[in-house]
Structures are given as structure tokens and as C-alpha cells.
């Protein structure tokens, strides 16, 4: 049976500025409904359950939120929503309308997958899909990992690897030398950031992290068997049966640009109090620009705050503007390099649910002509792997987002109250 | 059960953990027929779909294990 559910604020996404945005408006007063489409509460990042604990401080909010008295409605998808404001979700194949006065948008990031040859195979996945593996029960003992791709996630995922019992051969950062070196030396003023690199780094120190190489091609027969990288003068190949590959994250902006939310430079735009260009509709955390968790945390109080109609505390500002500067920082020092727009060759998949090659692709195309003739971007995925591959290579604009927003049994929508 | 097979997972297992633990590669097929397995593991990508229990096209990524459960790859 279909159920409505009415409240005062909506808050989409249960990772930590999600959280934080549930507690803070719950602890106002403010009837609050949290919704996610995994089985818990703590997103990506606080990911916990088989074989993983999460650091105190996450323990802390997730018991915060436990207390606060917001209604968790986990396991559940959001197929549409409108900035009246309400969101229709689907949840262990029921739908649900959910009616609030303001909706708070934490949808968080996912991982930037850029083609090259052979990124289809079995056991070539992503660096944050490999720690979210371990976390669900993964074993990689024994496993010869390579660990490829961009940004402060390549550590701690490779110093889990190694302490999982993994045979860790290589870590490759993209990013030039100069541009981690610099990074690094703007850290001083964060200490704890520092700190943290380093026990990650002692975690796999028999194992060598190179700035400046990048993914070629990987090989194998119905599965990984060998990965070819590349500092753009040698080339190498290393045997290999898992391969962690991802170049950073992007933001998850199905459901604000479905809003019609403004957006800038790739982000949503959020005045002072995370309030989007849309009257009800706040937004925290990865998709005003991806920073990480503390920066989410401190955006998810302020989105909180202001949808319950408090102000937030001047320190909380100040916080945030001082995130949002190492934010930044971090995307500069990481941004993926032009090379990376030509590991794909002509045979090598761009669309992985459509199974459209590179070469049926013309780069003077947009994303909806490349839909009309060759049905990429259009599978299951709905365009969330190739679309932000497509913008990289091709510099093509996500075509207009419809609903639903996540493959759904017609049955489901008929069932709408 | 895995394809027949029955397998014991940790409580909290995801389907891909138990899928993966038990040497399954490839979760499903592409409309090309090649292999495919897990990419995202945070239920963007749809690679990791398989059949549980009748029902097609569920991402084992985001499905926990439950006793008695039926899972098919190769879909």
C-alpha cells in the first residue's frame, strides 16, 4: 500500500551532512524525515555493518541521531520530487509521498570512472567501491592490488587493503609531484590532516606510492589478469588480479538539477544559509563542491539550522569558509590531467550498460544526440558513470535530468497516492 | 544459495561480499554478452545486478544477506 507521510523538513541522503542536517533540525523541533537508499544511516564515508567500525566521532552522530527524533526511512530511493515541496520514494517495492515544507539535498559524491582499455573487466572497480567492499565483508586476502586514480582516498583505501592482507604492488597518483608537494605543504596549517596521511602512508610502506603515473590499459580473460601504466614517457605492465581505479568524485546532482536548482561550476549554488536558488530546498555537503566529511558535517548543521528557522552559530560560518578554501585546494592539487581524455581507444566501451564503443561517439555530438543515435547514457545507470566521463573527454553538458531518477517498477508509480 | 550452491556469510554480508567471497567474478552479462562485476559498490553503477529470489535487475551491492535467500548470476 502506498503511504504519505507528512513533515516538516526532508532531508535526502544519510551520510554526514545529511546527519548532521536530520539532528540539527530534529533537535529544533522540527518534525524531520531522513531518507537514504542504503540499509543504514552514515553514507559512503561512515559506512559500517559486516566487517567495519567507524571512527568515534561518526559513532557519535549516528547515536546523535538516534536520539534526535528524526524518522530514518533507509533502503529507500527517491524516483521524484518537486521543490513544493515533496519527494516520491520507493522503498522494499512500496512507494511513498513524503510532504514537507523544506527539503534538505545531501546526496553526496560518487567516483569519477574514466575510460581506458579493458576498465570493463571483472575486478577492475573503484577505489571507494573497494573500501565500500571491505566494509560489507570483502575478503582481498592474498589479492595482488594495484591502487590507480587520484586524490587523498587512494591512502587510507590502500592502507586498508594492506592491513585486509592484500598484496598492495603499486600506488599511482595522477597528479604531478609538484602539484601533491604543494598540496602537502599547504597542510601545515592542519596538522591532524598531516598526521592522518602519514599513518595512512605507514600502513602500506612496502609498497611504492608514485605521483605522475597514471592507468593505461588493463588485461585479462573474463577477468583482470594485468594492468599497463604510464608516467607519459615509459610504459610498464605488472601482473595484477584487482585493480581499485577512480579519478576523484563528482557530485550526485540528479535530484537538484531534476529541481531545477541553479547550479555553478559543477556544483550546487547555495547562499549563506545552504539555501539553493529554490525557496525550500537546502543543500549540504558533497554537492555544493566536494570537499569531504568535515566540511559536509558543518554544511548538513547550517542546511539543518536554517530549515528549522534558527541561525546557524558564527562559528560554524567561520568553519566552513575555512573548509571550503582546503576544498578547493584539494580539487586544484587533484584535478584529473588532459592525458587521462586519451586511454580510450576506438574499441574500448564509453557507455558500460549500453555497450557503446568509443569510436560510435563523434566529440562535435552532445550528450542528448549521443542518447537519440546510439542509446549511450541511457541503461540503468541512466548516464551516472558516462555522463561525467563524456563531460571530461568531450566537454558535453548532462542532458536534462526526468523522473524517476532511479529505475522503478511501473507498478511502483501506479501505486502513487 | 548461489546459483544452487548454498554458501554461509558473516551476519551483515552484503550479496556482493557473499557473491565475491565465493569466487564469483561475473555478476552479470552485458547486452555485448561480455562479464561484468562490481564497479561502484555504492549502487550507481546497476553492474552488480543479479536475480534474488525471482525478483531480476536487484544491485548486490545494497542487498544484505538473509537466511534462504536465492541468487542468480549471469543475467
Request: proline share 7%; net charge positive.
Amino acid at each position: 500500500m502506498a503511504e504519505r507521510i507528512e513533515t516538516d523538513v526532508a532531508v535526502v541522503g544519510a551520510g554526514p551532512a545529511g546527519v548532521a542536517a536530520a539532528c540539527r533540525a530534529a533537535e529544533c523541533g522540527a518534525r524531520v524525515v531522513l531518507v537514504d537508499e542504503n540499509p543504514r544511516p552514515g553514507g559512503q564515508i561512515w559506512r559500517h555493518g559486516a566487517a567495519a567500525a567507524i571512527p568515534a566521532a561518526a559513532r557519535a552522530w549516528l547515536a546523535r541521531l538516534q536520539r534526535s527524533g528524526a524518522r530514518l526511512v533507509m533502503g529507500a530511493a527517491v524516483v521524484d520530487a518537486a521543490p513544493e515541496a515533496w519527494l516520491l520514494v520507493e522503498q522494499g517495492g512500496h512507494c511513498l509521498r513524503i510532504e514537507a515544507r523544506q527539503l534538505v539535498l545531501a546526496t553526496g559524491a560518487r567516483e569519477l570512472f574514466l575510460p581506458f582499455p579493458g576498465w570493463t573487466l571483472p575486478n577492475v572497480m573503484g577505489v571507494g567501491a573497494a573500501q565500500a567492499l571491505l566494509k560489507s565483508g570483502v575478503s582481498f586476502r592474498g589479492r595482488e592490488v594495484v591502487v590507480a586514480g587520484s586524490g587523498p582516498l587512494l591512502l587510507p583505501v590502500a592502507a586498508a587493503l594492506a592491513a585486509a592482507g592484500a598484496r598492495l604492488r603499486l600506488v599511482a597518483e595522477q597528479a604531478p609531484a609538484a602539484d601533491v608537494r604543494r598540496f602537502a605543504a599547504g597542510l601545515w596549517r592542519q596538522p591532524g590532516k598531516l598526521a592522518l596521511a602519514a599513518r595512512y602512508r605507514a600502513g602500506f610502506l612496502r609498497t611504492p606510492y608514485r605521483t605522475g603515473v597514471w592507468i593505461a590499459a588493463a588485461r585479462g580473460d573474463g577477468r583482470l589478469q594485468q594492468v599497463t601504466l604510464t608516467d607519459g614517457r615509459a610504459t610498464w605492465s605488472m601482473a595484477c588480479d584487482l585493480l581499485c581505479c577512480a579519478h576523484g568524485l563528482v557530485p550526485n546532482l540528479e535530484l537538484p538539477r531534476l529541481l531545477r536548482c541553479g547550479l555553478a561550476q559543477g556544483a550546487v549554488a547555495v547562499d549563506e544559509q545552504q539555501r539553493t536558488s529554490l525557496a525550500a530546498v537546502y543543500c549540504a555537503g558533497e554537492p555544493t563542491g566536494v570537499g569531504g566529511v568535515e566540511r559536509a558535517l558543518v554544511e548538513g548543521e547550517i542546511a539543518g539550522l536554517a530549515a528549522a528557522d534558527q541561525p546557524a552559530e558564527a562559528g560554524l560560518r567561520a568553519r566552513r569558509a575555512r573548509l571550503r578554501r582546503f576544498a578547493a585546494a584539494l580539487r586544484a592539487a587533484f584535478r584529473p590531467r588532459d592525458e587521462l581524455r586519451r586511454l580510450a581507444d576506438p574499441r574500448t566501451l564509453v557507455c558500460r550498460c549500453e555497450d557503446v564503443a568509443l569510436s560510435r561517439l563523434q566529440p562535435g555530438w552532445g550528450m542528448r544526440q549521443a542518447k537519440l543515435v546510439t542509446r549511450t547514457g541511457m541503461g540503468p545507470c541512466q548516464g551516472r558513470i558516462c555522463g561525467p566521463a563524456l563531460e571530461f573527454l568531450f566537454g558535453w553538458e548532462p542532458d536534462t535530468v526526468r523522473p524517476p531518477l532511479k529505475p522503478v517498477a511501473l507498478s511502483i508509480l501506479g501505486e502513487e497516492p | 544459495m548461489i546459483d544452487g550452491r548454498s554458501v554461509t556469510v558473516e551476519a551483515g554480508a552484503t550479496v556482493a561480499a557473499a557473491l565475491l567471497n565465493d569466487g564469483v567474478t561475473a555478476f552479470r552479462t552485458s547486452v555485448a554478452g561480455e562479464p561484468r562485476g562490481p564497479l561502484c559498490a555504492m549502487g550507481v553503477c546497476f553492474e552488480c545486478r543479479v536475480k534474488i529470489d525471482g525478483v531480476p535487475h536487484r544491485r548486490a551491492c545494497l542487498e544484505p544477506c538473509v537466511p534462504g535467500q536465492r541468487i542468480e548470476t549471469g543475467g
